[in-house]
């Protein structure tokens, strides 16, 4: 089973500001990570797929790189509605499809 | 417009069963493969299940294998989780989930809202 471990548990940034999370595979899931973003009493959103293409709709604020094991979700200009939780997905070796523990975004 | 909508979920007693239900509209439902993945209370989300765009092909974490099962019915949009032997480590916010493509291996785009399952006595 691939594990994916998030960093930091919580990250706190001023609106406006830019936020960087952090997400590692225990081993090598190619492109094939997804992150989502998860408000209190919501369902997860999907914010990117296949490590960096946004998905529908969602701001261009938001973008994801990375590939094999490091993969980073970068908001570029903190808005209040993205203070939230964020996860990343793999679904490279599967299954398992494993989510990692998630990084709470809050307001500094 | 895509929508999902879970149901089915509530209170069972320990080695109880339940039958979740995810009534899917505004995409063509046997096109894709559909996922259950829980949430329990105050943690992250954990995989539970998948099942292929036409259910030829099934996937279940070690933690529910041999107890759930999952099943879709094509000519209702509608995806089914029966859950059998619960137990309390199964009490969670239940939601099935659109994959972006046929097979699993992939992100997922669409939500229900999520069925809670609570297993006590």
């Given amino acids: 089973e691939i594990v994916m471990t998030q960093s930091p548990a919580t990250l706190s940034v001023s609106p406006g500001e830019r936020a960087t999370l952090s997400c590692r595979a225990s081993q090598s899931v190619s492109r094939n990570l997804a992150w989502y973003q998860q408000k209190p009493g919501q369902a997860p959103r999907l914010l990117i797929y296949g490590a960096s293409t946004r998905a529908t709709d969602i701001p261009a604020r938001f973008s994801g790189s990375g590939s094999g094991t490091e993969f980073t979700l970068t908001i570029s200009s903190l808005q209040s509605e993205d203070f939230a939780i964020y996860y990343c997905q793999q679904y490279n070796n599967w299954p398992p499809i494993t989510f990692g523990q998630g990084t709470r975004l809050e307001i500094k | ?121």
Avoid: H
């Avoid at chain 2, 259950?36 to 105050?42: K, L």
């Fill in chain 2, 1 to 121: 417009e895509v929508q999902l909508v879970d149901s089915g979920g509530g209170l069972v007693q320990p080695g109880g069963s339940l039958r979740l239900s995810c009534a899917a509209s505004g995409f063509t439902f046997s096109s894709y493969a559909m996922t259950w993945v829980r949430q329990a209370p105050g943690k992250g989300l954990e995989w539970v299940s998948v099942i292929s765009g036409v259910g030829g092909s099934t996937y279940y974490a070690d933690s529910v294998k041999g107890r759930f099962t999952l099943s879709r019915d094509n000519s209702k949009n509608t995806l089914y989780l029966q859950m059998n032997s619960l137990t309390a480590d199964d009490t969670a916010v239940y939601y099935c989930a659109k994959g972006l493509n046929y097979g699993g291996d992939s992100g997922l785009d669409y939500w229900g809202q999520g069925s809670p399952v609570t297993v006590s006595s």
